[in-house]
């Protein structure tokens, strides 16, 4: 039976691509979106669909609508970082698994209201498979190898399309095993690079993905200066995103039809084999 998702974001460039790759991957499109109270259209062509967009204000009255003809749906959730909180406890009134690909929000009491809930749900700040990798890589260091980097320095650069409004929630992530191993560093000390001039010329940033792209250093210099370690990934466009959402959706699926659904990561999906 086909996965049933709602990808809220639309119209945004991200909410766009991952209903494509729904659609492409053989998930069936639900033909609404939650989206700000701010966009104009009521309605946007999406993946060969007219999709109604639910604003803050009707969302309430409507949602019963969209229940009574899609019981089994799933919420993709790429809306914006200030929405973050809100939208999860909706799903969770509403008893709605989603994927929250949206980074921002308070993480911390996005994680109490599932945990508390045991609210189907994947969270996480990338949805890149061989980034949370990485991710799971730096995560192993931190708890196996603590003392590793002792004395060294730490700085970390991220840039992203200049629309993006928050700090990198892989950054922040990452930032948070790097504490782990005692580098005095925080979430505030991570520089955050929006200038598109900026962004080609220091950060070597193709013209053509300066829309869409994500690139991260983490960089560790011993006392002295005399030994640098870096760490680097870097992406152009979104469909490594998208891509990861359906899988993560799909992973969701599985886990609800099975009766074992919970609050899960990224990392739970790439421990499975699931993600292809």
Known sequence: MSVQVMVNGIPGNMGRIVAETCVARGLELVPYSLTGEIIVENEAEVAGKTIQLLKPSNREARIGEVL????NVICIDYTHP???NDNAAFYVKHKIPFVMGTTGGDREALAKLVADANHPSVIAPNMAKQIVAFQTMIEYLAKEFPTAFRGYKLSVVESHQKTKADTS???RAVVGDFQKMGFDFTVDDIEKVRDEKEQMERMHVPEEYLGGHAFHTYSLDSADGTVHFEFQHNVCGRKIYAEGTVDAVN??????ANGTAKPFNMMDVLRSGKMR
Request: aromatic share 12%; glycine share 6%.
């Open 251 to 256: 992973f969701l699926a599985c886990h609800i």
């Open 82 to 84: 200030t929405a973050v």
């Open 169 to 171: 929630g892989t950054a």
């Open 68 to 71: 009574e003809k899609y019981p």
